[in-house]
């Protein structure tokens, strides 16, 4: 593009980045994945406009770093840009829950290409070498490891990823390396855009069954990612886990080079774990790696963290980084926000916040803070359902996951995309946890959560707000709550008794 056909107020876009990409229109810029697929875009030279519902702290980033971004969703939004834009980027929850979005009727009216952000971002990775991070659970965890181990060996790769890394703040990167980490969304096999030299996939367990169907449709988009790899490139699959251990089985006998990690991984480019030792809010894990025994201090709590470290380990080691670099970055690594984040301590009561919502991600959370709350308190999670048809369908293993704390808050479903089903709500998982019925409450009134959860809680106790909806909320107004009784009263209050659902 010349000075010439350069819209007035245009720079000059890097020569990698095509035509299409030079303005950009977001729908939902505030999102984790679509904001950062912007400030890679604004990186790399581009002009970026978009929308969102409302503020946040991703809105005024992007903004920060001159995006021009507008509250509320109209077709004048297309006007942000000098000339407009010359690609719109939407995401499949919005054509599902918005298809007369005025913005995507205006691009339709103009002729302007309507681009998934998969493909937008499947082409800021065409000219790097790219390692894929997947799996039914853990996967911004490990993307993340990977990103801080990588830069602990002095590279500076380019990376999305699905959260913001504690250490930075930040969920997106324009790197000068020549490598690009990317979480890998498998929930409507979007993932299937790219082609990496490296894919980890960290577990293959049953989800996302509102788009795809069926366990084996959901099973077999696996297949098809791992098909995806480079020639020459190779597979991380935990070797622990059934479903992730079987598409390694599968694509190993396809031809594709496979490295394993875990308890039971014995091969010799394998990562086998012979130890993990949980201490507080830290873990002491022992490896056998290159026929030696290292033992590495994470600075995150739970052996399925330790899991990840593990994955983030082998993409390493498959990208050609050094050994010991890569194992004192995964050392120095802090986590990411809202994976059992601490929001905050008042009145001998820790509160954390949690993105979990799968079952096996709640599982393995409330495990993991097991260590880190002791043997003085109780641990107490208020749970938001996301999405009716997984409320629905796995009602029962949520609520033997959520067995395994103390104390069980129930808030009703955070539908996202999905319209209520008659019936449907916190109760629908309340009735399968297996504690008793005092210990087990069903509270439908968001506003009453903060008093109910200072209500429960007690000195020495841990209180954890879980889901991937706006539950994350709350973990400041339990915290002001708590303050509040502290001050009025020295010491936290008991209010009256909620309702509970037992199981």
């Given at each position: ?7 007035p107020?245009?720079?000059?876009v ?20 679509m ?12 002009m970026v406009s ?7 702290r ?10 021009e971004?507008s509250i509320g ?9 000098p000339g407009?834009?010359t690609a719109l ?6 054509h599902q ?15 302007i290409?309507?681009?998934h952000r998969?493909?937008v971002?499947?082409?800021?990775m ?6 894929c991070?997947?799996?039914s ?6 993307t993340?490891m ?7 060996c002095?590279t500076?790769p380019?990376?999305?990823?699905g ?11 324009h790197?000068?390396?020549d490598v690009?980490?990317?979480e890998?969304?498998e ?10 030299a ?7 367990e049953?989800?996302h069954?509102d788009?795809?169907?069926t ?22 699959v935990c ?14 006998a396809a031809?594709v080079?496979?490295r ?12 086998a774990v012979?130890?993990?030792r949980?201490?507080a ?6 490896i056998?790696?290159?026929?030696v ?5 994470l600075?995150?709590?739970?052996e399925h963290?330790?899991?990840n470290?593990?994955?983030?380990l082998?993409a390493g ?5 050094p050994l ?8 120095s690594?802090?986590?990411v926000?809202?994976?059992f984040e ?8 820790r509160v954390?916040d949690?993105?979990?919502h799968a079952p096996?991600k709640?599982a393995?959370q409330l495990r ?9 308190g ?9 999405l009716y048809?997984?409320?629905r369908d796995f009602?029962?293993?949520f609520g033997?996951?959520?067995?395994l704390?103390d104390?069980v ?11 209520p089903?008659?019936?449907?709500n916190?109760?629908t998982i ?6 008793p019925?005092?210990?087990v409450?069903?509270e439908p009134?968001?506003a ?5 959860l200072?209500?429960l ?17 709350l973990g ?8 509040r ?6 010491a ?5 008794s909620?309702a509970?659902?037992?199981?």
């Amino acid at each position: 593009m010349t000075e010439e056909t350069m819209q007035p107020g245009e720079q000059a876009v890097a020569p990698e980045l095509p035509r299409l990409l030079s303005r950009v229109h977001f729908i939902g810029a505030g999102g984790a994945a679509m904001s950062g697929i912007a400030r890679i875009l604004l990186a790399r030279g581009a002009m970026v406009s978009g929308s969102d519902a409302k503020d946040s702290r991703a809105v005024l980033a992007l903004r920060t770093l001159g995006a021009e971004v507008s509250i509320g969703h109209d077709a004048a939004n297309l006007d942000l840009l000098p000339g407009g834009p010359t690609a719109l980027v939407t995401t499949k929850a919005v054509h599902q829950a918005d298809p007369d979005n005025p913005e995507l009727l205006e691009a339709a009216a103009r002729g302007i290409p309507v681009l998934h952000r998969s493909a937008v971002l499947a082409e800021l990775m065409a000219d790097h070498r790219a390692a894929c991070v997947s799996g039914s659970a853990g996967k911004t965890s490990t993307t993340s490891m990977l990103v801080v181990a990588l830069q602990a060996c002095g590279t500076d790769p380019s990376f999305m990823i699905g959260g913001d890394l504690l250490a930075s703040g930040s969920s997106a990167h324009h790197g000068h390396g020549d490598v690009f980490v990317a979480e890998a969304d498998e929930s409507d096999g979007s993932f299937l855009a790219y082609t990496p030299a490296v894919a980890i996939v960290t577990n293959v367990e049953p989800d996302h069954l509102d788009h795809h169907g069926t366990v084996e449709a959901y099973v077999a988009v696996f297949d098809a990612f791992a098909g995806r790899i480079e020639p020459g490139g190779a597979l991380v699959v935990c070797a622990d886990d059934p479903g992730a251990a079987a598409l390694g089985d599968r694509a190993a006998a396809a031809g594709v080079r496979v490295r394993r990690y875990g308890r039971t991984a014995t091969g010799p480019d394998d990562v086998a774990v012979l130890d993990y030792r949980a201490e507080a809010s830290t873990g002491v894990l022992t490896i056998r790696v290159d026929d030696v025994e290292r033992t590495v201090r994470l600075g995150v709590a739970g052996e399925h963290q330790a899991l990840n470290a593990c994955a983030a380990l082998l993409a390493g080691l498959d990208l050609g980084a050094p050994l010991e670099k890569l194992l004192d970055g995964l050392t120095s690594f802090t986590g990411v926000r809202r994976r059992f984040e601490l929001r905050g301590e008042t009145g001998g009561v820790r509160v954390y916040d949690d993105y979990a919502h799968a079952p096996t991600k709640v599982a393995a959370q409330l495990r993991a803070a097991r260590p880190v709350l002791g043997e003085r308190g109780r641990l107490i999670v208020a749970f938001q359902p996301h999405l009716y048809s997984r409320t629905r369908d796995f009602a029962e293993q949520f609520g033997e996951a959520l067995s395994l704390a103390d104390e069980v808050v129930l808030l009703d479903v955070y539908g996202a995309r999905e319209q209520p089903e008659p019936g449907i709500n916190g109760t629908t998982i309340a009735r399968h946890v297996a504690l008793p019925a005092e210990d087990v409450h069903y509270e439908p009134s968001w506003a009453a959560v903060p008093s109910l959860l200072a209500d429960l809680a007690r000195p020495g106790d841990l209180v954890i707000t879980m889901g991937a909806g706006d539950v994350t909320v709350l973990g400041p107004e339990v915290l002001a709550e708590l303050e509040r009784r502290d001050q009025a009263s020295g010491a936290t209050g008991t209010g009256s008794s909620p309702a509970h659902v037992g199981g």
